[in-house]
Structures are given as C-alpha cells and as structure tokens.
C-alpha cells in the first residue's frame, strides 16, 4: 500500500500509461542486487532510488579515489578514503528516506556471489572487470535472476538485459574471452547514458512494460554519437547457458 | 567484393580517424587483411602473429554475430561487416 507520501513523491511516473499505482507497488517491493557502486552503478542506484525501488542492496570493496570523481557521481571529494559503500548509501538514502539501502563492502567472489544475490529479484552488472561479470553471469543464470549487464570504455559503451533460459547471456556474447584488467579511459557522460539504459530496463522488467534488450548488444558511439544493435543468438554450446536440457 | 567495414570510434586511431572502410574479399578474413593492408598500424590489434583475430574482437555481419570462425565467413558484395573491440570497464 503506498503511503500519500509516496502518492505525492511518484505522481508524475504513477501518471505513465501502464504505470500507475499498481507498477508503483510494483517498484516499492522489488529487491535489487548492483555488483559495484563506481561509474555505472552510481547513476543506476541514483534512477532506481529516485523511482522508489523498494530494496537496493549494493557491494563494493572500493574506497573513494580522487580518480574516481570525474564519473562516478554518487561520491565527492569529502568522500575520499572512505568506503565507496558508505559514501553512495548515504545519499542514496538523502536522495529518498522512503526506500531501503542495504550495504555491503566486500570483493565479490565465487565463494559470496551466492549469498550477496540471494533475494534478490535481478542482478544489475556495473563491475569494472570481466572475470566478475562472467561469475555475476553464471551464478544469474544458476538462480534463474535477471541480469542487466552494461561497459564502458572512452566514448563508447554497451549494454544487454539477460532473462536466464529464454534469452542469450553474457557469455554467448564474449566466449570466455578475456582481456587483463587494467586501467582504462572514460569520461563521466559515458557510464552515465550507459547506466540510465541499464536502469530503465530493471524499471521496465519490473513493471512489464515494453521490449527488453534482450538477445540484442546496444552499442553506444558518443563520439558518432550513434547507437547500434546487434543480433545475438543463445549460444546452444555456451559454456554458462547452453544445455542439452534447453534450460 | 566491396564490403564496408565499420569499426568503433576506439579503433580510429589506428586508422587514421575513417571508420567507414571499403574493402575487397571473399570472406571477413580477406576484407580484414585487406583493411591492414590499407591500415597497417591496425594489423597488431587485431590480429596474432599466425593473422588470427584476437578474442578481444567480435565481428558482425550486417549486425549479426559471425562467431565462431570469424575470418573464414563468406562475404558478398554490399555487405557490412563491425569490428568490435571488447570493453569492460564500469
């Protein structure tokens, strides 16, 4: 039951046709799990706290770096040194009270994955590395949990919503490619378009609404300023998602 | 065959900022290696020694995937091909 605060705070969204009170509710009992609160996790915690998603829990092992402020907006320079968890928790509560923020500094691995996700009913990818994505990808696909994967890099970013058992994963898409991890070039503008894509989708799997991005890479070209789709198909071989079952 | 290839604005650099590339070949390999031949710098990102594409790369013909055995899929005339660097930062 939404409070008349919340009637208030959300009228202008509530006002959506498809939305209403209903997808409101909706929002307000969802559980969302963000594997890291950097460039693209600040701006997707920021959207989905702003729509009133019920319960964000975000992990993150990171303190506050000066580097980290030309993207990451959900810190500022008060916050350096500090844990990147602490800081992006409490403005995610300034921003709104009526919402839970759960917090957890911790490196995610494949030994906690299990119990970071756990309740959770999707899984948000705003990692910095690959090996994390694939494990956010795998243990996803092992619990039936939609995962909104999104990267960035310069100018250029991409993202692709994965429905576990209906549609292409991650790993459909890169093979088990890999690449070292290290140091990488990007501006603000970029995570913050790419993060916004990845939050309108967790709204949209929420609500019902619309056509997922799903078996389909979004392509983003700042400097074409150009986005592009590409056509990915479910991998019947995929060493995460293929299987003889037709899970 | 003409085949244009399109890489990402990343990869500009190594071709002096055109992205929109014609190309001649039969199959992706052909048209990569007639890209290098046009743009030589680009030769050592994306290809290993024994002129293999690099994982770190996926190709879409007229955006659908061509994994895998990218370099030997047909082409024909009128066809795009992307070139696609793998990113990962967040």
């Known amino acids: ?247 | 065959m003409s085949v244009e290839i399109e890489l990402s604005s990343i990869l500009g650099r190594y071709t002096d900022n055109h992205l929109n590339i014609q190309t001649e070949g039969n199959t992706v390999g052909e048209c990569l290696n007639d890209l290098v031949r046009q743009f030589p710098k680009i030769k050592k990102l994306l290809l290993d020694k024994d002129g293999k594409l690099l994982r770190s790369y996926d190709v879409f013909i007229n955006g659908e995937s061509a994994y895998p055995q990218e370099m030997t899929r047909p082409v024909k005339d009128g066809d795009k091909v992307n070139v696609m660097m793998l990113i990962h930062g967040g």
Do not use: W
């Open chain 1, 1 to 247: 039951m939404l409070s008349s605060r919340e009637l208030e705070k959300y009228d202008r969204q509530i006002m959506i046709h498809g939305f209403g009170e209903e997808g409101q509710e909706k929002l307000k009992k969802a559980r969302v799990f963000i594997a890291g609160i950097g460039g693209l996790g600040s701006p997707v915690a920021i959207y989905l706290a702003a729509a009133g998603v019920g319960t964000i829990r975000i992990a993150d092992h990171d303190t506050v770096e000066l580097s980290n402020l030309n993207r990451q907006v959900l810190h500022y320079e008060r916050n350096i040194d500090k844990k990147k968890v602490d800081s992006a928790a409490t403005k995610l509560a300034q921003l709104n009270p009526d919402i839970k923020i759960e917090k957890i500094s911790v490196t995610i691995t494949d030994k906690n994955i299990s119990r970071l996700v756990a309740d959770s009913d999707l899984i948000v990818d705003a990692m910095d590395n690959l090996p994390t994505r694939y494990l956010l990808n795998k243990t996803a696909i092992e619990k039936n949990i939609p995962f909104f994967h999104g990267a960035v890099y310069g100018f250029e970013g991409r993202a692709m919503t994965i429905i576990p058992g209906k549609t292409a994963c991650l790993n459909c898409v890169y093979h088990g490619a890999a690449v070292p991890k290290e140091k990488f070039p990007v501006i603000g503008v970029t995570p913050a378009v790419i993060g916004c894509i990845q939050a309108t989708e967790v709204i949209k799997y929420l609500l019902g609404l619309g056509d997922l991005l799903t078996d389909r890479l979004l392509n983003y070209d700042a400097l074409r300023m150009k986005f592009t789709e590409f056509k990915i198909s479910r991998d019947p071989n995929c060493e995460q998602c293929g299987n003889p079952s037709g899970r």
